[in-house]
């Protein structure tokens, strides 16, 4: 008789025999416990296909008048304020030191970061220099603050708020100058307030000025403070204002739109950078369980698995290498199992599903459509699905002219053309994400058109839309039951109006109820502030630096 040691290759049951089934015990469970997280994701989608294929045969589908999406969204009473309610007093004439950040990341990553640390340096009473832009790492662009945004007006509109300077001020050493160097801190992911008033405060006294790098997502969103807040909708919509060129070649392209009638915009996030970092699959469990087996008995189960899980029926091997490449060099090493990321709503939406969502929706083929998106990942084929059902199609390439293009080019690269489709996305008459993450492009412009007068917003929600897809791809739902299907999940959406933040939506993309007023409030803490609200601030101002001078007229008096 065999030896159960024998079965395995391994004569006798000696110390290495036993390590050996130990070993192999603990890859089995590994293995069982792999095997039930694809299993529960076959259950979870099974059980949302079903019961969307359910909803969709027990009542009729609701039915939208594309007429009235073209208008905003209803306001409910509500109107965008983002000025002070309360005893707001202006910046001390003395501040506790300097305050210099690094924002790092992409145009719309920066733009949270500079309201971050306008909030920081008022909470420290400090003197903000210019934010840094760090050099964008996916555009190649080193566009600098002044490159993007008007200067002297951030400054000005900020001036009841926080003083802001150009550069670190010059200090004396011995018989010369020379520029004051910060200290540099690396402040916590999402710090609370009592970080920025304790540790960041403490060093900013001792050294003159600190340099807080890097600085994404370093101030927590949710604070308790309505006023904190509404100073971040001030410098969001008030004070980050782009440059007169960029404003002149956005109203441009906006005015050569709708000279022909309404237009839609839509963020396409199919680029390469999205798609390696989402982990991009195009079916539930979209492999065989036999793969999954020895996939994960393989020694390194996260780097066998690379993305080619979830991407062997949607890109080829080439761009399957560019994608796992471009996710080791660029994004954190993390256990993905790509095969459940569709089914959870964690990817970006294809350009094919995109126009089977507007023409379900009711759009025809005569809709206009802004496209704003980076260089597509994989060419034509992906992009020909959607230009066949929406012929219409033009983005800032095809409609600006020569000249406008080059203008653009010669100021800059991927964040001029980014700012540009920010301004044209805000300004039309509905806008569409195809992925919401945090501190993007879509997060932010779907805030700022909810302030910018409840435009409206299409926002699909992807996991609801995920079994809707699958059973359409599996045959299992006909044309009108899909496009039924697909009417539900958006009906469920606010289309741009009013509603209340809840977590994991952000304070960017949803700044109500705090920088939002009603002139009929039932909630006194809801009513507009009084018209005169600047001439007050104005005067507070005005009292502030009259004071300084007579403390300095009497300093002087007394010197002489």
Not at 495 to 524: D, L, M
């Amino acid at each position: 008789m065999r030896r159960a040691g024998d079965m395995f290759g391994r004569r006798g049951g000696g110390v290495g025999g036993q390590r050996h089934l130990k070993q192999l015990s603990g890859g089995m469970k590994v293995l069982a416990g792999r095997l039930s997280v694809a299993l529960i994701v076959l259950l979870i989608c099974t059980i949302s296909l079903f019961s969307t294929i359910k909803e969709t045969g027990l009542s009729s589908p609701p039915e939208i008048d594309v007429n009235k999406l073209w208008r905003t969204a209803a306001s409910d009473g509500w109107r965008p304020s983002s000025a002070p309610r309360s005893n707001w007093h202006p910046p001390p004439a003395e501040s506790n030191g300097y305050l210099k950040v690094r924002c790092n990341g992409g145009l719309n990553q920066q733009r949270t970061a500079i309201c971050n640390a306008v909030l920081a340096a008022r909470i420290m009473n400090a003197t903000l220099v210019l934010p840094d832009l760090d050099a964008n790492y996916y555009w190649h662009d080193e566009s600098g603050f002044s490159d993007i945004y008007d200067v002297e007006h951030f400054i000005s509109s900020l001036k009841f708020d926080i003083r802001v300077v150009h550069s670190l001020p010059e200090i004396a050493s011995g018989k010369k100058k020379k520029k004051l160097k910060p200290f540099q801190l690396r402040p916590p992911r999402d710090a609370p307030v009592s970080w920025y008033t304790t540790d960041a405060l403490e060093k900013m006294k001792e050294h003159g000025a600190i340099y807080l790098t890097p600085f994404s997502h370093r101030l927590a969103e949710e604070i308790d403070h309505p006023e904190y807040q509404r100073l971040r909708c001030r410098v969001n919509f008030h004070a980050l204002r782009f440059k007169p060129n960029i404003m002149k070649l956005s109203s441009a392209i906006v005015n050569r739109l709708r000279a022909q009638g309404h237009f839609m915009s839509i963020h396409l996030r199919f680029e390469m950078d999205m798609l390696a970092f989402a982990g991009y699959p195009s079916k539930c469990l979209g492999v065989s369980i036999t793969k999954w087996v020895f996939l994960y008995v393989a020694p390194n189960p996260v780097r066998n698995l690379g993305l080619t899980l979830g991407c062997l029926d949607i890109f080829n091997p080439g761009e399957q290498k560019i994608l796992r490449e471009y996710r080791q060099k660029n994004f954190a090493n993390k256990t993905l199992v790509y095969s459940e990321r569709r089914a959870i709503g964690k990817c970006p939406l294809t350009p094919e599903e995109v126009g089977l969502i507007l023409r379900a929706l009711g759009f025809d083929n005569s809709t206009r459509i802004y496209l704003a998106a980076g260089e597509l990942f994989g060419g034509d084929r992906f992009m020909r699905p959607l230009r066949t059902m929406f012929p219409h199609l033009v983005n800032h390439g095809s409609i600006a002219t020569p000249e406008e293009l080059a203008a653009m080019n010669e100021d800059g690269h991927g964040l001029v053309a980014s700012a540009v489709d920010y301004m044209v996305c805000l300004l039309s008459d509905i806008f569409m994400p195809t992925y919401d993450g945090p501190s993007n492009f879509a997060n932010n412009l779907m805030g700022h058109r909810l302030y910018y007068g409840f435009r409206t917003t299409l926002q699909p929600d992807r996991k609801a839309l995920a079994p809707v897809f699958i059973a359409r791809e599996e045959g299992h739902s006909s044309q009108p039951e899909f496009e039924a299907s697909i009417r539900k999940v958006i009906f469920r959406s606010h289309f741009g109006g009013p509603h209340k933040r809840i977590s994991p939506e952000s304070f960017y993309t949803n700044s109500w109820p705090e920088c939002f007023c009603q002139v009929s409030p039932a909630n006194a803490g809801d009513k507009c502030p009084s018209d005169n609200v600047i001439d007050d601030l104005n005067s507070q101002l005005k009292n502030e630096e009259n004071t300084v001078r007579a403390v300095a007229g009497e300093g002087e008096t007394e010197g002489s």
